[in-house]
């Protein structure tokens, strides 16, 4: 069973610039794997922000970007606004029987 | 507007059963992949099954393979999830979700419905 990793959390400053990744257990992601990026707050559903690698939904805001880096996916919020503090997960297309599979979700702090 | 409403959920005793539905509109709803996810409060999400257009293509993840199953009825949009044999650490908040088209999984998410499996 493929195991998703991402960061527990991190920290960054308002108007900063963070990198999130998401690793798979086993072998290295590529644009097969339709990679997906999620934000979610305290209370509500997870909302969808990136899929397939790096396409936006129309409710993504332009700050928010997708990309392969370094065998993983990534996550790049450029100019850090204290409202995307929150927990973000991606989401892998691991194939066989196990369809998707989400990572841990990474904590970010805007601090 | 795409809206997905769950419904059905509750307290269950180990080894019970539970149907959690989901009412979907703003959409048509036989065209599009449907997924349920799961995530214990606090902690991360999981996604759990998922269902082609027709109803005729179905994955789960190893943990609830022989003891869930998921449905679908396009006549009347509504997405269904029997969970049996369920267990302690089924307990959750089950969100229904839809797709947004090909490879993009999880698009539209409902409010959750929790499921509890205490004795």
């Known amino acids: 069973q493929t195991v998703v990793t991402q960061e527990p959390s991190l920290t960054v400053s308002p108007g900063g610039t963070v990198t999130l990744t998401c690793a798979s257990s086993t072998e290295a992601v590529t644009s097969d794997f339709y990679p997906s990026w999620f934000q979610q707050k305290p209370g509500q559903a997870p909302r969808a922000l990136i899929y397939s690698t790096s396409n936006k939904h129309s409710w993504t805001p332009a700050r928010f970007s997708g990309s392969l880096l370094g065998g993983k996916a990534a996550l790049t919020l450029s100019g850090v606004q204290p409202e995307d503090e929150a927990e973000y997960y991606c989401?892998?297309?691991?194939?066989?029987?196990?369809?998707?599979?989400f990572g841990g979700g990474t904590k970010l702090t805007v601090l | 507007e795409v809206q997905l409403v769950e419904s059905g959920g509750g307290l269950v005793q180990p080894g019970g059963s539970l149907r959690v539905s989901c009412a979907a509109s703003g959409f048509i709803f036989s065209s599009y992949w449907m997924t349920w996810v799961r995530q214990v409060p606090g902690k991360g999400l999981e996604w759990v099954a998922n269902?082609?257009?027709?109803?005729?293509?179905?994955g789960y993840v190893d943990s609830v393979k022989g003891r869930f199953t998921i449905s679908r009825d396009n006549a009347n949009n509504s997405l269904y999830l029997r969970m049996d044999s369920l267990r302690a650490e089924d307990t959750a908040i089950y969100y229904c979700?839809?797709?947004?088209?090909?490879?993009?999984?999880?698009?539209?998410w409902g409010q959750g419905t929790l499921v509890t499996v205490s004795s």
């Open positions: 269902i082609n257009e027709d109803g005729n293509v179905k």
């Open positions: 989401l892998l297309h691991c194939g066989g029987a196990q369809a998707w599979v």
């Open positions: 979700t839809r797709a947004g088209g090909p490879w993009a999984e999880s698009v539209y």
